[in-house]
């Protein structure tokens, strides 16, 4: 069955280092999105991603976040300077919902990215 | 902004028994979606119900929507050791791009 995948699985990094996380969605979705999840918190929304712009984002993802599709497969987060409140799960999804013509918006994740910013 | 927030915050039961876990949101919704995650991995994708659904089931899992009182419940029938994880929920308002809102989560604890 085909998955999301994500590397590294864990990356470590110093404060104001950019780090980029990847992922690769499922080949045949539309949408992509990137979520966050501080320890022992919420899981939250920061952007989605479709016909290769940025469709929504939260106010989590502010200027220091960029997203990319640099080819057909892989989906990129980019973060410039990161700081130490950075430091969480970071986590991939897709879905193959196509506007229009259904109303379900089930989202695939992936095992996620443990970022540790010291 | 919508808010998924469950109950319990954690439950712990004996294998066999019958887990009820909640969810009750604050705005309009398209769809409410559980999720599980196990320690330190990834989400897993259980069911998704309809704001025009009422319940639905699937294997040993019946969830159900009252989106009067703005809440949803998950029920896991003869629980096993292996649904030991958090279970969220997490609501969208219908559009493909739409961010997921999760809730806190309700950390289940099967014991054998």
């Known amino acids: 069955e085909p998955e999301v995948t994500q590397t590294p699985s864990h990356q470590v990094t110093q404060m104001g280092q950019e780090v980029i996380l990847r992922c690769v969605p499922i080949s045949n979705h539309l949408y992509f999105y990137w979520y966050r999840q501080i320890l022992g918190q919420k899981v939250e929304f920061l952007v989605s991603?479709?016909?290769?712009?940025?469709?929504?984002k939260s106010e989590i993802f502010d200027d220091q976040f960029s997203v990319e599709r640099p080819d057909g497969s892989n989906f990129t987060l980019k973060i410039r300077s990161t700081k130490l409140e950075d430091s969480a799960m970071y986590f991939c999804a897709s879905s193959p919902w196509l506007a229009g013509l259904g109303k379900e918006n089930t989202q695939y994740f992936g095992p996620g990215t443990r970022l540790t910013v010291l | 902004s919508q808010q998924g927030e469950e109950d319990p915050q954690a439950l712990s039961i004996q294998e066999g028994e019958n887990a009820t876990m909640n969810c009750s949101y604050k705005?309009?919704?398209?769809?409410l979606q559980w999720y599980r995650q196990n320690s330190g991995r990834g989400l897993v994708h259980l069911i998704l119900i309809r704001s025009n659904e009422r319940e639905k089931h699937s294997g040993r899992l019946r969830v159900t929507l009252d989106t009067s009182k703005k809440s949803s419940s998950l029920l896991i029938t003869a629980s096993r050791a292996a649904d030991t994880a958090s279970y969220f929920c997490a609501t969208d308002w219908g559009g493909g791009a739409d961010g997921l809102t999760f809730g806190k989560g309700t950390h289940l604890i099967i014991q054998p």
């Open positions: 705005t309009s919704i398209n769809n």
């Open positions: 991603f479709y016909n290769n712009e940025i469709s929504e």
